[in-house]
Every structure is written in C-alpha cells, then in structure tokens.
C-alpha cells in the first residue's frame, strides 16, 4: 500500500494514516483479512515516527477497521467495508461543503458552479481512464528481471 504524507497540511500525519486507510478499504485496495505492514516496515517505509504509525494502527482498530492478529500485526476486518465507504461519503460530503461555501460566498452562482462541477469532473473521469488503462497495459509487460514479484 503506497501512502501520500503532506507534512504542511493541516490535517495531522496520523489522521492522514487513518484516512488513506479508510479510503483504500472503501475502493478495494485493501480488503478484509489482508495484513498491513508492521508499525517498524510502515515507518521505515514512509519515513515516520513509529509512534505516528502506532497511534493511526490504534485509531483504526478504535474504530473497528482493523484487528490485532497475536504476533502478526494488523489485519484489515473483513466487516470494515461498509465503515469506510460510509467515512469516505461523509469526508468527500464535508470537502464538498466547504467548497460550496467558499464558492457562494465568494459570489459564484448556482449555474457556475454545476459548469465548473460537470467539466472538473469530466477531466477527472477521463484522467482516471487513462491512468487505468496505462496501467493495465503495463501489467501485461513481462518484467526484464528473473526474481519473482512480490507485489
């Protein structure tokens, strides 16, 4: 699992943890009963604190995403999909309002936001087309090295 860290955002390192998380339990890249890297791998990994990764690990466990596997690490629960697609509405939900907020006040109308809306998420859709498609052709690249992949 790749994790993207903004150091200068507002939102702490640890929630952007448990966020990414959450996301990728709710679109499929992690599902249930798979094994996330030990606290140790994480934090070697994206360069953290083990005690960052320590507190996003047990947030996420507090909110029943994850669960301890004695000796093993953490485990994403197989029940945790419908969790984490409720919490990506609500965060997507809350990004929305802000931005409809902001856009009011600063004097957009109706009209020019559902313009702007529909062609951001016209370029957004075709971005993501490509980038799926891009990497679909790469997976049918054989790779040029002979040790097995551990992907």
């Known amino acids: 699992m790749f994790f993207s860290i903004d150091a200068a955002s507002d ?14 339990v709710a679109d499929g890249t992690l599902v249930g009963g798979q094994m996330l890297p030990s606290v ?16 996003a690990y047990r947030e996420l466990q507090a909110q029943e995403i994850l669960k301890p596997l004695r000796g093993r690490g953490m485990v994403v629960r197989r029940d945790a999909m419908e ?14 309002r802000r931005a409809l907020a902001d856009a009011i ?4 109308s109706p009209d ?26 790469l997976e049918s690249v054989p790779s040029s090295n002979n040790e097995p992949s551990h992907e």
Do not use: H, W
């Open 11 to 24: 939102v702490p390192i640890y929630e952007q943890i448990v966020r990414q998380v959450k996301l990728a």
């Open 105 to 108: 006040a600063g004097g957009m």
């Open 40 to 55: 140790r791998q994480l934090s070697r990994d994206i360069a953290l604190n083990p005690n960052t990764i320590a507190r």
């Open 83 to 96: 969790a984490c697609t409720s919490a990506r509405d609500d965060l997507v939900g809350d990004g929305v």
């Open 112 to 137: 020019q936001l559902r313009s702007l809306f529909e062609s951001e998420l016209a370029r957004l859709s075709a971005a993501s087309t490509k980038s799926n498609s891009d990497e679909s052709s």
